[in-house]
């Protein structure tokens, strides 16, 4: 279930970074967002393992661990209806060599009010990349982390890659947030 809500995070990051390429060369962060939103009905639930039978829309059906930091675990019931929202955001800016970096990580949960369970779980990660290489006519990147790591990626349209040019260094702040609420079954 994780797989299909959240999907491949760390290429999405990377690409998305340059869907705004003409703005970045104005030194103009550019922010690109996608919230992806699913619905399940609690179908068995086991209170010794604290394993949750979930079932979507198709009926298929998805087991999933609730831990201890789940604290009103016992609030939930049979035919329930869970939905999980999971937000995913990128801003992007062209940083002058020298210039203070963001913070690195920062990581947050929130509980839910009343009595089921629920809450929010976010968490931001800003990276700083050296662009290595453009290529317009595949079109692609090649971008090297301040860890020394070297990855290309594909970009959709050429156009993206406007502005961009070899050696910038560009600033990647990354936020994930997966927010879960459960809501009685509709009688």
């Known amino acids: 279930m994780t797989a299909k809500l959240i999907g491949t995070v760390s290429s999405l990051a990377i690409i998305t970074l340059l869907w705004g390429g003409p703005s970045l060369s104005a030194q103009k ?3 690109v967002s996608e919230v992806v939103t699913a619905t399940f009905t609690i179908e068995a639930i086991n ?3 604290r394993v949750v039978t979930l079932k979507d829309k198709d009926g298929k ?3 999933i661990y609730c831990g201890p930091e789940c604290q009103r675990f016992d609030a ?7 939905t999980f929202r999971y937000h995913e955001s990128l801003v ?3 940083r002058k060599p020298g210039q203070a970096a963001r913070p690195a990580e920062s990581s947050n ?3 839910a009010e009343g009595n089921k369970p629920g809450g929010t779980m976010s968490q931001q990660q800003t990276a700083t990349v050296t662009i290595m290489a453009i290529d317009p006519k595949t079109p692609s990147v090649t971008i ?3 860890k020394g790591q070297t990855m290309s990626f594909r970009v959709e349209d050429a156009k993206n890659l406007e502005g961009y040019k070899v050696g910038d260094t560009v600033e990647i702040t990354y936020t994930q947030a997966l ?5 009685p079954q509709k009688k």
């Open 109 to 111: 949960m929130t509980r």
């Open 144 to 146: 090297k982390t301040d």
């Open 29 to 31: 962060p550019v922010s």
């Open 92 to 94: 992007s800016a062209l």
């Open 179 to 183: 927010a879960v609420s459960v809501e």
């Open 76 to 82: 939930l019931k049979v035919g329930d209806v869970v």
């Open 47 to 49: 209170s010794t393992t």
């Open 61 to 63: 059906l998805e087991e």
